[in-house]
């Protein structure tokens, strides 16, 4: 069987999300091509080459698919499905839009938020906010999976494949009009190797910022959020870390003032080593935490900055 | 202009999902079950529109057992014209659902599908991509703000790091993100209002969808639990305690 992978990247760059991807497919077949859509994306097409076990790499360039357009995407993936025997795409928001999408087309049923490969066949994924693990099994000609970043180990890199360019598809009722990215020097937030995390303790977007955001760069880690705090304007909705929001499973996470609703631990309770800072003793947060502190953030965060140094 | 908002009834957002001790799946007798909250969204902007005059008629479906007529009444309590229910007393997968949606908009006439995003069960997230390409409709996913007009829609779509601006052609499909509105508590004059507007009775045979399911399930587990740890002291034996005992500063 032969695995299509759909990279995660922009023009420039290739997500690492991309390398947990393709460790999937590779537990599934050892015929894995990726698919790079893009305008201009021969450098993230380039980096994709260099994964480790990757057959052969698709470049699939037009205006639409660069700009992440769902319907171009979509169409493109569909002119290379009768090649494969499954396509696998990460479960980023961008590869949530368009990956239902192909299942639809092939008449497939979908199989969403892979964290275990069991057989070519036969996956694991997270239901009711991770609170329980399904495994399921398909019959599908062409199955379509997104897979969990997090769940995955990055496939290294070595390898030599060649790049083939095919043209992309272009969407006829939907058009991008602009967006705003949030332009930050810190480390991508499903990517960091530490984020530290605010919760509705903080009581306002200012304090947010001046106690979550100085120790994060401190510690060179990326800013995560509760749903209540960003329900409550603190911090903006791409912070959200949850079964709402983005799943992280860095080597430490640091949630400060944040109780532990069952929505947040679906999206941290993966990483390694987790800090809760909290003046409730009786939290939930203090029950998947290895390292609990019963303190009020107010004291305990310049302390903690004091004590790093 | 006619919307179409799909609601669906699941477990209550509070309430913790256990698994039944023979892993068949989840436990859900005598469980309190609400309207998924993403569909609670897709309501209340579906009002929002009729309210503004955008909307001429808010059209609530669901598809589940008997009991998601309750889930219907509070959609219609909250400004929602008339309902149908499409019952089926088994789990339907989202590309049965996605089918019998596709079949519901085209017999009604449908100008927009506003959906949530995801239902928080099954967590698939894909029911309205898949009927928006089943109806060959544009789609905006994870929207935090709707503006319509002049037979389009222009949509702010929460994206991987920021956010997107689309603009689609009508007929389309629009699925709920978080932050697109707060939905309102239905007062009791409207819940008693609501208790007398009409809601159709379907069977998923009427519309000529096979809804057997694709995927075999063959057993809900638990996640392995995580234990709590330690509790530390102060700031100074916690990074202590990360320097060496953990290693990961």
């Known amino acids: 069987m032969a695995v299509l992978v759909v990279a995660d990247n922009d023009n420039a760059h290739l997500r690492d999300t991309t390398h947990k991807t393709v460790t999937a497919a590779l537990a599934m077949s050892g015929d ?40 171009a995407i979509c169409d493109t993936i569909i002119g290379l499905a009768g090649g494969y025997d499954a396509v696998l795409v990460p479960a980023t928001s961008a590869g949530k839009n368009f990956a239902p999408r192909v299942a639809a087309k092939l008449d497939a049923s979908p199989i969403s938020d892979v964290i275990e490969v069991v057989s070519a066949d036969t996956f694991v994924r997270p239901i009711y906010a991770g609170n329980a693990l399904e495994t399921v099994q398909t019959a599908d000609k062409t199955k379509v999976l997104t897979v969990r970043p997090t769940a995955f180990k990055a496939a290294g890199e070595g390898g030599s494949a060649s790049v083939e360019k095919v043209a992309a598809a272009s969407a006829a009722k939907s058009r991008f009009q602009s967006e705003e990215m949030v332009k930050s020097d810190r480390p991508e937030l499903t990517a960091a190797k530490i984020v530290v995390s605010g919760g509705r303790a903080m009581g306002s977007a200012d304090e947010f910022q001046k106690v979550i955001e100085p120790l994060a760069d401190k510690l060179g880690a990326a800013v995560g959020a509760s749903r209540a705090a960003v329900d409550a304007g603190y911090a903006p909705n791409d912070y959200q870390v949850g079964q709402t929001g983005k799943v992280v499973a860095p080597a430490l996470y640091i949630a400060i003032g944040i109780s532990g609703a069952i929505q947040h631990l679906a999206g941290m309770k993966d990483s390694k080593v987790i800090v809760a800072i909290n003046k409730d003793a009786d939290a939930p947060i203090f029950q998947v935490a290895d390292y609990g502190l019963v303190a009020d953030y107010k004291a305990a965060v310049p302390e903690l900055m004091a004590a790093l140094g | 202009m006619k919307v179409l908002v799909p609601v669906k009834r699941v477990i209550d957002y509070n309430v913790k999902a256990r698994v039944k001790p023979d892993q068949s799946g989840v436990d859900l007798a005598n469980v309190k079950m609400s309207m998924n909250p993403f569909c609670e969204i897709a309501v209340e902007e579906a009002v929002r529109l009729k309210e503004k005059g955008v909307a001429t008629e808010v059209v609530i479906v669901s598809i589940g057992p008997a009991q998601a ?18 019952q089926s007393d088994t789990d339907v997968e989202p590309l049965a659902v996605a089918k019998l949606l596709a079949a519901v908009a085209k017999d009604e006439g449908a100008d927009v599908v506003l959906m949530g995003k995801q239902a928080i069960d099954g967590d698939n997230n894909a029911v309205g991509q898949m009927l928006s390409t089943l109806l060959d409709w544009p789609q905006a996913t994870f929207a935090s703000k709707v503006e319509i007009g002049g037979g389009k829609a222009v949509v702010t779509r929460e994206v991987d790091g920021g956010l997107q601006v689309l603009e ?38 009427d519309y000529g969808v096979d809804v057997a399911p694709r995927l075999k399930v063959l057993k809900v587990a638990e996640p392995a639990k995580r234990s709590a740890g330690v509790k530390v002291e102060n700031a100074a034996e916690l990074v202590a305690k990360l320097k060496t005992e953990a290693g990961v500063l």
């Open chain 2, 168 to 205: 689609v052609d009508l007929p389309a499909v629009i699925t709920a993100d978080l932050r697109l509105n707060e939905p309102r508590y239905a007062s009791l004059p409207n819940i008693m209002k609501a208790k007398k507007k009409e809601i159709a009775t379907k069977a998923t045979g």
């Open chain 2, 69 to 86: 007529q309750e889930t219907i009444r509070t959609a219609l309590a909250m400004g929602g014209d008339r309902g149908i229910l499409i």
């Open chain 1, 32 to 71: 894995v091509d990726v698919l790079v859509l893009g305008q201009g994306a021969d450098a993230a097409a380039a980096a994709a080459a260099k994964i480790d076990g990757v057959r052969k790499v698709i470049l699939a360039e037009s205006a639409d698919v660069g700009h992440g357009i769902a319907e």
